[in-house]
């Protein structure tokens, strides 16, 4: 199917940082963006400045999801972006593995259910996840634990999901690089409009584009 003329897109996690920008960058390509956010002002600022809509998503509530999902009927395109990291070692009682794989693996699977329907119905899609070199097992997994497993997990879905998803429906993930964002720091060389790039890119691709790919600057990247 064609693309539509004026896609619709949730994209998570876009009060701030990569995901603000990727929502930006998205309504600047004629794309009716809907913006998840767990802070009612925080989502509700964000939403006013980009001059998009709002939706509260809480990724650790998943009755906070169906719900949006129930109000919006679907989206066309499905940006899981919403992250956390925290430095601390699996082994440590602080571990945030069970939020780290709820944010960035479970809730990411559960709106790809969610919506399928709606996919199936309009058989054009867009999935783009955010995911990390730290989840990279060519770069050694190198970040801190809970958060590399869970961005190899969210890799290894999209690798496996390609074969289950409708017709017209394609997903991939991305490694944004070393962005100057609240997770990346202010000291990090790229900027949230060079981190967007790649996600905004996979987001529109046309219908001969790839699917199930990891891409870092709009380049196949290895797993
Ligand atoms: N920055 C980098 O260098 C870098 C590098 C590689 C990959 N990435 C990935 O790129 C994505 C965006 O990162 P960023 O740098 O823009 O991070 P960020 O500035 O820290 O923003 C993270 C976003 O995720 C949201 N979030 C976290 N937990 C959530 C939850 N339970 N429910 C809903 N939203 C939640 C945050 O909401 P709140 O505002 O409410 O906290 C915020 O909107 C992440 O997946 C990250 O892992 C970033």
Redesign the pocket.
């Given at each position: 199917m064609p693309r539509p003329s004026q896609p619709t897109a949730l994209v998570?996690?876009?009060?701030?940082?990569?995901?603000f920008e990727i929502s930006r960058g998205l309504m600047a390509q004629g794309v009716v963006v809907t913006i998840?956010?767990?802070?009612d002002s925080?989502g509700r600022t964000a939403a006013e400045a980009l001059g998009c809509r709002f939706t509260k998503?809480?990724?650790?509530n998943p009755d906070s999801y169906f719900d949006s999902y129930a109000k919006s009927g679907g989206w066309d395109i499905l940006v899981n972006?919403?992250?956390?990291?925290k430095d601390v070692s699996l082994l440590d009682k602080g571990s945030d593995f069970d939020e780290a794989m709820e944010?960035?693996v479970a809730a990411p699977l559960d709106l790809i259910r969610l919506n399928t329907p709606h996919w199936r119905r309009t058989g054009w899609g867009r999935i783009v996840n955010?995911?990390?070199?730290?989840g990279a097992h060519e770069r050694g997994l190198q970040g801190p634990g809970a958060y590399s497993v869970a961005?190899a997990s969210l890799n290894a879905l999209t690798r496996v999901l390609v074969r289950d998803l409708p017709a017209g429906v394609k997903i991939n993930t991305c490694?944004?690089?070393?962005?100057a964002?609240?997770?990346?720091g202010p000291t990090?060389p790229v900027t949230v409009e060079e981190?967007a790039d790649t996600p905004i890119w996979l987001a529109l691709l046309p219908d001969d584009g790839p699917t199930g790919g990891f891409f870092r600057k709009r380049e196949m990247a290895a797993w």
């Open positions: 998570t996690g876009g009060n701030r940082g990569i995901g998840g956010a767990r802070s925080e998503i809480d990724l650790l972006n919403a992250g956390i990291l944010v960035m955010l995911s990390s070199s730290l961005k490694d944004p690089g070393w962005v964002t609240r997770m990346g990090a981190g």
